[in-house]
């Protein structure tokens, strides 16, 4: 379906001035170039306007504004996105919540915080600490909150506690007509009518804008160790990953990384690792020995896999440098790539099929002869292939790789993402992936934003 737009003109910006305030709204280059790009390789977006709102019943009045006038809006959280996904593909105005990041209540005797959508997690965390909880989604970088439930971002300990989606009860949404509505409440246990909750989060800002959340909290673990094990070949590897799962030792953490890049982060970011396929572990306890039961239950593992070297810490320092530079591994990848783009692919499969994906990538990267890098949540089933391509040519010839590795990853029980989302990057494979409920989806689109201006251009591909 394809939706006209108008033009953002000064009218309008005298108009969302009157709502926003007049130091909220910016048409400046440097403002517009801020936030018409996000991490991903996609091209830039064409946001004519950025707003920052400060309140919910700002957000929802220039939500009604806009759709009054048929003017795009686009939420942007921190513009960390790998899919193009806040980018204002149709022009418009790019609604920042950077302005709205404050921790509202925490009820820490329910385990439980109540934000404002624009806190960054890791910010929120470290002020969480002195209530000894956490919030345990982390996708690595200091993401905010809005951002995280609208992608339902994962990452490095979703294998134990869950996605983002997991780990909220309540939000707050503003909707393209300008009604703020409630979805979800503070019970853990809800069953009541229709799960709307779990319908926004996920949305990617094109069904509504979420103006506040309450999120779930665990408490911070008093033991945690890491595990780095290397192993002779990436069968080994991913089978000894489906073998810790089996096992029920629930870690807290399950990385896979590939030989080249185990090697490149052992020779640039200082980390102990070998040239050899990779997994880095970490473990929560409550006791001591059930800490070191663990351990030795995974050395076990391990070992009966051919793991040529296994290193256990329970050493703060150590187990924190060591998921620093994890998070940082793309980044390390990118520096040490000058004058290339990657392409980075986000399948992920049921946890049974991760031998049978991975050894489909090496294969086929193989048989083209190109460049890859693998690392994934491994504990998830999820690998991301990164794929640096210098040119038009090449870029061709890593997507259709990708495209075979998506096909492959659905073929298996999988999905196009696990937790990147669908941006503009994957929108093609929404069809195959979900075939009828995807108009199902367009349905619901339709009911909830008619005249599309929630982030046009996303999740469906041919929407405008
Ligand atoms: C190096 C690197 C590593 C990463 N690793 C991971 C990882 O391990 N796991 C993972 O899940 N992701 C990962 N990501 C991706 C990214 O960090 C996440 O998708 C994150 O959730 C984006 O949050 P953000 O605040 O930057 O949001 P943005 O990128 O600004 O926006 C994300 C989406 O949310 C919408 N949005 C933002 N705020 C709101 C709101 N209040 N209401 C409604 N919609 C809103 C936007 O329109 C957009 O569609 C990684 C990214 C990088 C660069």
Known sequence: MTHHFNPFTDADGDALRAIVGADNLSTRGADLDLHNRDQ??????????????????????????????????????????????????????????????????????????????????????????????????DPGANATIGGMLANNAAGI???????????????????ADGRLISVGSRSIKQSSGYDLLHLLVGSEGTLGVITQATLKLVPVPSLMSAVIASFPSV???????????????DPAALEFIDAKQSALL?????????????????????????????????????????????????????????????HHAYETLVRLHPGYTFLIDDVAVPISQYPALIG??????????????????????????????KN????????????????????????????????????????HEHGEALEVMRGIKATLDPNGILNPGKIFPDVG
């Not at 946001?47 to 686009?74: G, S």
């Not at 105005?93 to 009820?107: G, N, P, T």
């Open 235 to 249: 069968q080994a590897a991913v089978e000894a990953v489906v073998a810790v799962r089996g096992s029920g030792l």
């Open 266 to 326: 052992r020779d640039h970011a200082g980390v102990d690792l070998e040239e050899k396929p990779t997994l880095l572990m970490e473990f929560h306890a409550v006791l001591p020995a059930a800490l070191d039961y663990g351990l030795e239950q995974v050395r076990q593992i391990c070992e009966e896999l051919g793991a040529s070297r296994i290193k256990t810490t329970t050493d703060n320092a150590e187990r924190t440098k060591l998921w620093a530079v994890r």
């Open 360 to 389: 489909y990538v090496e294969e086929i990267v193989a048989q083209h002869g190109i460049r890859a890098y693998m690392k994934g949540h491994a504990g998830d089933g999820n690998i991301h292939c990164e794929f640096p391509y």
């Open 157 to 175: 300990r979703t294998v134990k506690y869950g996605a983002s989606k997991d780990n909220v009860l309540k939000m707050r949404v503003a909707l």
């Open 40 to 137: 991903s390789r996609h091209p830039m977006g064409n946001a004519q306007a950025v707003l920052w709102p400060q309140t919910a019943e700002q957000v929802a009045a220039v939500l009604r504004y806009c759709n009054d006038h048929r003017i795009p809006v686009t939420p942007w959280g921190v513009g960390t996105s790998l899919e193009a996904n806040p980018l204002a593909r149709y022009g418009g105005v790019s609604l920042s919540l950077e302005k709205m990041a404050r921790i509202l209540e925490v009820h820490a005797d329910d385990f439980q915080v109540t934000v404002e959508p624009g806190i960054g997690h890791k910010d929120l965390n470290a002020q969480l600490a002195r209530y000894g909880l956490f919030f345990p989604p």
């Open 392 to 431: 038009a040519e090449e870029l061709a010839v890593v997507e259709k790789i990708n495209d075979l590795i998506v096909t492959k990853a659905i073929e298996l029980g999988g999905t196009a993402t696990g937790e990147h989302g669908v941006g503009t990057g994957k929108a093609h494979h929404m069809p």
